[in-house]
């Protein structure tokens, strides 16, 4: 029973900060490369952040560089997103997966930035 838990959004203005969790059980989640998405209103789903199973190595689309920072800590199964220097455009609900998506998705979390 594979479940991926989002937590940790909310409302926020702009410049300001989240750090988002992603709490994985019944997956082997220490042998496999992670990824946060995201998904606006009235838009597709998109890639926001991957890292190595090992937190080696990690990538960013270009509009989350040097704002966005993920990790991870294979002990507690559990994936973080720290969201900086937020704007309007990172509005959306956040979730975890692979890359690519290959586990059923979870609830996600909201994050809304707003004046």
């Known amino acids: 029973q594979v479940q991926l838990v989002e937590s940790g959004g909310g409302s926020v203005l702009p410049g300001g900060s989240l750090r988002l969790s992603c709490a994985v059980s019944g997956f082997a989640f220490s042998r496999y490369f992670m990824s946060w998405y995201r998904q606006a209103p009235g838009k597709e789903r998109e890639l926001v952040a991957t890292i190595t199973s090992d937190s080696v190595e990690t990538w960013y689309r270009d509009s989350a560089k040097g704002r966005f920072t993920i990790s991870r800590d294979n002990a507690k199964n559990t994936l973080f997103l720290q969201l900086d220097n937020l704007t309007f455009d990172d509005t959306a609900v956040y979730y975890c997966?692979?890359?690519?998506?290959?586990?059923?998705w979870g609830q996600g979390t909201q994050v809304t930035v707003s004046s």
């Open positions: 997966n692979t890359p690519p998506p290959t586990l059923p």
